[in-house]
């Protein structure tokens, strides 16, 4: 193993598990490569930031969200603080709130289920579809009240939009998309994110698309949102001194957009390199007693996390881990099961699916840089333990 990277991280615990007894590690993660040739540029562009005082917005800002819009398929794109963010602002301007009832997947990240909470909203769980690890349609199609529904792409994986908005038309409810996992991701022939009022994104360091930071966006076709967006990031102000609503503070930051839009041209190569190794570990893993989510059609998974389901799941990931594979678990609670939303009439084993899938989904190293060694060592250290 040559990369700086990889002997950064030999002998270091993750967990409390000693790593790399055999000395190969496998990470998850390797900023290097992220910006290999445009190092220099990206540094001399934050550099002129640094010393002009331009911290906040601005024109790097307005150019990343041009090309991100561009890039979405999108006519809007509002660069906001975090993923989170975005999502409670998209709720906010699709005037959600107080009392109104939101459908979500049971299995997701806290985040999206945390956005519904802070506005007031109910969150209104739909269980996973084993076949996808998505929420499961035909319990959301027997939901009649909602105001909206919260699809999450999970883990790269777009869900099923045109069904999702049917049901969605049928109740007059609006759609919000959670991309933070998708960036890029297809459903069927668009391009997720533009297929619901608002597309949520987050840029953290561990997305397809990384920040150095914290950093997300909203995208719209509506020229109606996108306008409360910019007014809700920015203390409500519809010009300075003009708070015409009850906004946050919640804006992309200049450096942030200068090394979005230094990666964001490597997004669609890197999603087809994640899909190329997804397609080796499936088809040398899928003799093991696993199973992996069912994409519908090519292109319409983004392998954000490649995610393995097994019985073995602990005595796995601890086999994985003293290997120097650095394998981990997303998400080891469901998020329902979390003590933050204790108080809510969620019981215990009301989503057998999401709650499952926290006990047996293992997700494997997916870097776009992984090497060929790399990914036979995570190959034979799986079949070891088979
Ligand atoms: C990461 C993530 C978020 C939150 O994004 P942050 O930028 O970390 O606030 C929301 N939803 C999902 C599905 C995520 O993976």
Same mark, same amino acid.
């Given at each position: 193993?040559?990369?700086?990277?990889?002997?950064? &991280?030999?002998?270091?615990?993750?967990?409390?598990?000693?790593?790399?007894?055999?000395?190969?590690?496998?990470?998850?993660?390797n900023y290097t490569s992220q910006f290999s040739d445009r190092l220099p540029a990206t540094v001399a562009a934050i550099?002129?930031?640094?010393?002009?005082?331009?911290?906040?917005?601005?024109n790097h800002v307005e150019s990343f969200e041009a090309s991100f819009a561009a890039f979405v398929g999108a006519?809007?794109c509002?660069g906001?603080?975090?993923?989170?963010?975005?999502?409670?602002?998209?709720?906010?301007?699709?005037?959600?709130?107080?009392?109104?009832?939101?459908?979500?997947?049971?299995?997701?990240?806290?985040?999206?289920?945390?956005?519904?909470?802070?506005?007031?909203?109910?969150?209104?769980?739909?269980?996973?579809?084993?076949?996808?690890?998505?929420?499961?349609?035909?319990?959301?199609? @027997?939901?009649?009240?909602?105001?909206?529904?919260?699809?999450?792409?999970?883990?790269?994986?777009?869900?099923?939009?045109?069904?999702?908005?049917?049901?969605?038309?049928?109740?007059?409810?609006?759609?919000?998309?959670?991309?933070?996992?998708?960036h890029g991701a297809m459903?069927?022939?668009?391009r997720?994110g533009?297929?619901?009022?608002?597309?949520?994104y987050?840029f953290?360091?561990?997305k397809n698309l990384a920040a150095a930071?914290?950093a997300?966006a909203?995208v719209?076709?509506?020229?109606?949102?996108?306008? &409360?967006?910019?007014?809700?990031?920015?203390?409500?102000?519809?010009?300075?001194?003009?708070?015409?609503?009850?906004?946050?503070?919640?804006?992309?930051?200049?450096i942030q957009a200068i090394v979005l839009s230094a990666k964001l041209p490597k997004l669609e190569p890197w999603n087809q390199a994640r899909a190329?190794?997804?397609?080796?570990?499936?088809?040398?893993?899928?003799?093991?007693?696993?199973?992996?989510?069912?994409? &519908?059609?090519?292109r319409?998974?983004v392998?954000?996390?490649?995610?393995?389901?097994?019985?073995?799941?602990?005595?796995?990931?601890?086999?994985?881990?003293?290997?120097?594979?650095?394998?981990?678990?997303?998400?080891?609670?469901?998020?329902?099961?979390?003590?933050?939303?204790?108080?809510?009439?969620? @019981?215990?084993?009301?989503?057998?699916?999401?709650?499952?899938?926290?006990?047996?989904?293992?997700?494997?190293?997916?870097r776009p840089d992984?090497?060929?060694?790399?990914?036979?060592?995570?190959? &034979?250290?799986?079949?070891?333990?088979?």
């Amino acid at each position: 193993m040559a990369s700086n990277h990889v002997r950064f &991280r030999q002998g270091g615990r993750i967990s409390n598990i000693q790593f790399g007894e055999y000395g190969m590690i496998v990470s998850r993660y390797n900023y290097t490569s992220q910006f290999s040739d445009r190092l220099p540029a990206t540094v001399a562009a934050i550099q002129e930031v640094l010393l002009n005082g331009d911290y906040i917005l601005g024109n790097h800002v307005e150019s990343f969200e041009a090309s991100f819009a561009a890039f979405v398929g999108a006519n809007y794109c509002v660069g906001v603080n975090s993923g989170t963010d975005a999502l409670i602002l998209a709720l906010s301007a699709c005037e959600l709130g107080h009392g109104s009832r939101i459908a979500v997947p049971a299995n997701t990240f806290h985040a999206t289920i945390l956005a519904i909470v802070r506005i007031g909203a109910v969150p209104i769980l739909i269980d996973a579809d084993p076949r996808t690890f998505l929420m499961d349609l035909d319990s959301l199609e @027997a939901e009649r009240h909602l105001d909206a529904i919260l699809p999450v792409h999970l883990f790269g994986l777009a869900a099923d939009m045109e069904r999702i908005r049917l049901h969605a038309n049928r109740l007059g409810a609006i759609v919000i998309e959670d991309c933070a996992q998708a960036h890029g991701a297809m459903d069927g022939s668009r391009r997720t994110g533009a297929l619901g009022a608002v597309g949520c994104y987050s840029f953290h360091p561990s997305k397809n698309l990384a920040a150095a930071g914290d950093a997300g966006a909203c995208v719209t076709n509506d020229a109606d949102i996108a306008e &409360r967006l910019r007014w809700l990031r920015q203390l409500g102000q519809k010009a300075q001194n003009d708070h015409v609503v009850a906004g946050f503070n919640s804006r992309l930051d200049a450096i942030q957009a200068i090394v979005l839009s230094a990666k964001l041209p490597k997004l669609e190569p890197w999603n087809q390199a994640r899909a190329a190794i997804a397609a080796r570990y499936r088809s040398e893993l899928g003799t093991y007693p696993v199973s992996f989510q069912e994409p &519908r059609g090519p292109r319409e998974h983004v392998y954000h996390l490649f995610q393995m389901r097994t019985r073995d799941r602990d005595d796995l990931l601890r086999h994985l881990r003293t290997s120097g594979v650095d394998a981990t678990i997303r998400y080891p609670v469901a998020a329902h099961q979390q003590p933050a939303f204790r108080q809510a009439t969620w @019981a215990q084993g009301r989503f057998p699916v999401a709650e499952a899938l926290a006990k047996e989904l293992l997700c494997l190293p997916i870097r776009p840089d992984l090497s060929e060694e790399e990914i036979t060592h995570v190959l &034979r250290s799986v079949g070891e333990f088979f």
